[in-house]
Nanobody
Framework: QVQLVESGGGLVQAGGSLRLSCAAS????????MGWYRQAPGKQRELVAT???????NYADSVKGRFTISRDNAKNTVFLQMNSLKPEDTAVYYC?????????WGQGTQVTVSS
């Protein structure tokens, strides 16, 4: 059973940076889009950023210019560099892989930004 393993979350002050990573524990055939979503307490899960196998990226308006998504196709890994963090970025962050036959989710990593 392939799992997505996330790392890099934690507590940071406003204006700080964090880098999230998400790697598959085994091989996944033909991953198309990789992405990051987040869910704050009492709110629905929302899209943060996605990146296709060809490198095309898409960002939520709230993170444009501050977050950067990237991927290493050889290692089935996706990254999220988060700069200029704000308290409203506080949430559980989930990675997401969309493969040809199914969708995979990570277990979530907590990001807390203090003011």
């Amino acid at each position: 059973q392939v799992q997505l393993v996330e790392s890099g979350g934690g507590l940071v002050q406003a204006g700080g940076s964090l880098r999230l990573s998400c790697a598959a524990s085994g091989s996944i055939f033909s991953i198309n889009t990789m992405g990051w979503y987040r869910q704050a307490p009492g709110k629905q899960r929302e899209l943060v950023a996605t990146i296709t196998s060809g490198g095309s990226t898409n960002y939520a308006d709230s993170v444009k210019g501050r977050f950067t998504i990237s991927r290493d196709n050889a290692k089935n890994t996706v990254f999220l560099q988060m700069n200029s963090l704000k308290p409203e970025d506080t949430a559980v962050y989930y990675c997401n892989f969309r493969a040809i036959d199914r969708i995979y989710w990570g277990q979530g990593t907590q990001v807390t930004v203090s003011s």
